[in-house]
C-alpha cells in the first residue's frame, strides 16, 4: 500500500523531480524519500536524522512499505555522511532557518543541488543569507497542514532580493493561502518586533530590519485586495 504525504509533505515532494536522487534531512519516519519510491520518482533515495529513534522507525516504514533495499539511512548532523556525487537533490524540511543556514555552510556542496527548503522561522534573514550565497527563490509555494500555513521553496543558482518580505513566485500566482499566511506573519513579525523594542539593549539594525518588514506585509496584504 502506498505511504500518504500530508498536504506539506506532499507540497516539498511535488518539487522533485522524475528520476531524482533524493537526501531527506532530517527526515524523522523519511516519509517523502518512502513516496518517491514508492511512486517511481526515485530508484534511489537517501535520509538523515541525528537521533537514532527516528531512523528505527524510519527504517521500520521502509520495510513495510517495499523500498527498505533502495532507502539508505545515515545516523548524523545534517549532510556530515552524504557524498555530494550521491545526490541531486537536498530537502531541508522542519526545522528553524538557523538550523538550515548551519547544515548548509557545514555542506556549501549542497547549494549546488536542486535545493527543498520548508523553513519554520528565521525567514527574513534565511532568504537573506541566501542571496548572499548566490541563491534564488526559482519557485515558492504555501500548504495548508491541519490549520497551519506552511512556505515551501525551491532555490537555484541566481540572483534574488534577499530583503523581500515575500517571494515574487507567491504573489503571481495570487494563491488563496496568500492572505491569511500575510495574516499570520503580520502577527508573528509584530511580536517579534514588540520583543526588540522592549530590549534593554536594543538592536538598532534588527529593529530597523523588523519595521521594514512589517511595513512591506502590510502594504502587500493591503494591496491583494483582489485574493
Do not use: F
Not at 39 to 45: D, M, N, P
Not at 61 to 72: E, Y
Not at 129 to 138: E, F, I, M, R, T
Not at 146 to 165: C, N, P, Q
Amino acid at each position: 500500500m502506498s505511504i500518504q504525504l500530508s498536504p506539506r509533505l506532499r507540497r516539498i515532494a511535488a518539487y522533485v523531480p522524475q528520476g531524482s536522487t533524493v537526501v531527506d534531512v532530517g527526515t524523522d519516519h523519511a516519509y517523502i524519500p518512502i513516496w518517491l519510491l514508492q511512486e517511481g520518482l526515485s530508484q534511489r533515495a537517501y535520509a538523515t536524522d541525528i537521533r537514532p529513534g527516528p531512523l528505527a522507525r524510519a527504517r521500520e516504514d521502509a520495510q513495510r512499505h517495499g523500498v527498505a533495499d533502495r532507502l539508505s539511512l545515515w545516523l548524523c548532523d545534517g549532510l556530515a555522511l552524504c557524498p555530494p556525487e550521491a545526490v541531486d537533490t537536498v530537502i531541508l524540511a522542519g526545522m528553524g532557518g538557523e538550523t538550515m543556514r548551519g547544515i548548509l555552510e557545514r555542506a556549501p556542496w549542497a547549494m549546488e543541488k536542486r535545493l527543498i527548503l520548508q523553513p519554520q522561522t528565521k525567514l527574513p534573514e534565511l532568504r537573506r543569507w541566501l542571496a548572499g550565497q548566490g541563491l534564488a527563490v526559482l519557485d515558492a509555494a504555501l500548504a495548508d497542514d491541519a490549520g497551519r500555513i506552511y512556505l515551501i521553496w525551491l532555490l537555484g543558482a541566481g540572483e534574488m532580493d534577499g530583503e523581500a518580505a515575500v517571494d515574487a513566485p507567491l504573489l503571481q500566482k495570487h494563491d488563496p493561502l496568500l492572505r491569511p499566511w500575510l495574516a499570520e506573519r503580520i502577527k508573528r513579525t509584530g511580536k517579534e518586533l514588540r520583543g526588540l523594542e522592549s530590549a534593554r539593549t536594543p538592536d538598532e539594525a534588527a529593529l530597523a530590519a523588523r519595521r521594514r518588514e512589517l511595513s512591506e506585509l502590510n502594504r502587500i496584504l493591503r494591496e491583494g485586495s483582489a485574493w
